[in-house]
């Protein structure tokens, strides 16, 4: 048994209303995945806070094409 987030394994889906204008929100993946690129310039204290999330929660980024704004929403992950 181990805790995996369900949006990254496919497991479920989940739909983000823009807290804005109310239009379906773009699961931009998890944050995690989504920093991989920029992580040699983020500063390590920014690392440490999100591995300090990681571990229970799976943090994913939702955007609203309508707003042009991103939203962090913290996934539960479920016990396999
Ligand atoms: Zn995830
Ligand atoms: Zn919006």
Redesign the pocket.
Known sequence: MELV?????SLASYIVKCPFCTSKMESQG?IQDYFDDYSPYLDKEITEKLDGVASEQ???IFFCPQCQKDKRIG?DKILM
């Open positions: 987030c369900p949006i990254c394994n998890a799976c943090l994913h996934i």
